[in-house]
C-alpha cells in the first residue's frame, strides 16, 4: 500500500512537472473592450463625457488585471493586451504589470487584434458585447453602433468576437475565454466554438442588466481564464474558409453608394455590399478603411 501511494505521488509530480515544461513560454493574447464589464450599462460608463466613466476605467483595468494574474497562475509568461474600446485609450496602464506590452490607440490594420501573430497560444476577450443583428444583449453592436446594422462572414452574421476569433483563426490561434453579458458569451461560443465563458452581467434590455458587483466579476474571470489555460490544448483556433465572402450593411445610402464605386465592390442592395478577400487580413484592412476614412482626417 505505501509503494503504491508513494509511485501515484511521483506520477502526479512527473505529471505537474511534464504540464509545467509543456507551458513553458507560453504567449496570451487579451483583447480588451467595455461595453460587457460588470455594470456598464450605458454611454455614462463608456467614454470621456460620461459621468461614471473614470470609475470604470479602473474596473475595466481591473478586470484585465484579473485575467493576466490567472494567466500566470496557469503558466503563461508573456502577455499581450490590446485596449479595443473607444478611443483605445482606457485602460490605466500604470496599474498593469511592468512586463505586460499595451496596444493602445488607432488606426491599426487588425483593429481590436493587432499584435496577434502565430507566435500566440491562445487568445481572450474581455468586456465584450453581443453583435449588431443580435435582439438582445447590452449595448449590442458590430465595430459602429452609429452606422453597422450587420457583417456577414461566408453568410455567417458575426459579433465583433467572432469576428476578431477568425482573426486570431488566421494566425492558428484559438479563443480560449470570453467574459461579457450572457448574450454575448452565448452568442460567440455559439458561432466560433469551445471556449470559456466568464458571465460578469445578465442583459435585461439594450441599457440595462442585472450585474456583479467589480470584485465579483473579477473573480469570475480570474477562476474561468485559469481553467482556459489548463485546457489550452482542447482548443481549436476559428478558421474561416478562404477566399472570405464580406456582406456589410450599413444604416445610410451615401457610404454605400460611393463604397460600390469601387471596382472590386458590389452594391448588393441599397444597404449593403459585397467584397471579397483572401484571407481575414484583407477582411480586416478593408473593413478599416470602409468604416474609418474620412477625407479631412488629420494629421
Do not use: C
Given at each position: 500500500m505505501k509503494t503504491t501511494s508513494a509511485t501515484l505521488f511521483l506520477l502526479v509530480l512527473l505529471s505537474s512537472s511534464l504540464l509545467a515544461?509543456?507551458?513553458?513560454?507560453?504567449?496570451i493574447y487579451i483583447s480588451a473592450d467595455m461595453?460587457?464589464?460588470?455594470?456598464?450599462?450605458?454611454?455614462?460608463?463608456l467614454g470621456p463625457e460620461g459621468f461614471e466613466y473614470q470609475?470604470?476605467?479602473?474596473?475595466?483595468t481591473a478586470e484585465v488585471v484579473a485575467a493576466i494574474d490567472a494567466a500566470r497562475m496557469a503558466g503563461a509568461t508573456e502577455?499581450?493586451?490590446?485596449?479595443?474600446?473607444?478611443?483605445?485609450?482606457?485602460?490605466?496602464?500604470?496599474?498593469?504589470?511592468?512586463?505586460?506590452?499595451?496596444v493602445r490607440s488607432w488606426p491599426r490594420e487588425l483593429g481590436m487584434m493587432e499584435g496577434i501573430d502565430a507566435s500566440f497560444d491562445g487568445v481572450i476577450f474581455l468586456g465584450y458585447h453581443a453583435s449588431a443583428s443580435n435582439t438582445r444583449g447590452v449595448r449590442a453592436h458590430t465595430m459602429s453602433s452609429a452606422n453597422v446594422i450587420d457583417i456577414r462572414l461566408n453568410g455567417i452574421s458575426m459579433s465583433e468576437g467572432s469576428m476578431n476569433a477568425a482573426i486570431a483563426g488566421h494566425f492558428g490561434v484559438p479563443v480560449v475565454m470570453i467574459s461579457g453579458d450572457d448574450v454575448a458569451v452565448?452568442?460567440?461560443?455559439?458561432?466560433?466554438?469551445?471556449?470559456?465563458?466568464?458571465?460578469?452581467?445578465?442583459?435585461?434590455g439594450f441599457h440595462s442588466a442585472q450585474t456583479m458587483t467589480p470584485e465579483a466579476a473579477n473573480e469570475v474571470i480570474r477562476t474561468r481564464t485559469k481553467a482556459a489555460?489548463?485546457?489550452?490544448?482542447?482548443?481549436?483556433?476559428?478558421?474561416?474558409?478562404?477566399?472570405v465572402e464580406l456582406e456589410l450593411t450599413l444604416k445610410h445610402y451615401r457610404p454605400v453608394e460611393l463604397l460600390s464605386y469601387l471596382p472590386y465592390?458590389?452594391?448588393?442592395?441599397?444597404?449593403t455590399i459585397r467584397y471579397k478577400g483572401k484571407d481575414m487580413l484583407e477582411i480586416s484592412r478593408f473593413l478599416r478603411v470602409a468604416l474609418g476614412y474620412q477625407v479631412d482626417l488629420q494629421p
Open positions: 515544461q509543456d507551458k513553458a513560454g507560453m504567449k461595453e460587457g464589464v460588470a455594470g456598464v450599462v450605458t454611454d455614462e460608463q470609475r470604470f476605467r479602473e474596473f475595466m502577455i499581450l493586451v490590446s485596449d479595443s474600446h473607444g478611443n483605445g485609450q482606457n485602460l490605466l496602464i500604470e496599474k498593469l504589470p511592468d512586463d505586460v506590452m499595451v452565448a452568442e460567440t461560443q455559439v458561432i466560433v466554438g469551445d471556449m470559456e465563458g466568464a458571465v460578469v452581467k445578465w442583459a435585461k489555460i489548463d485546457r489550452i490544448a482542447d482548443f481549436k483556433p476559428y478558421v474561416l474558409e478562404t477566399p465592390v458590389e452594391r448588393v442592395n441599397a444597404h
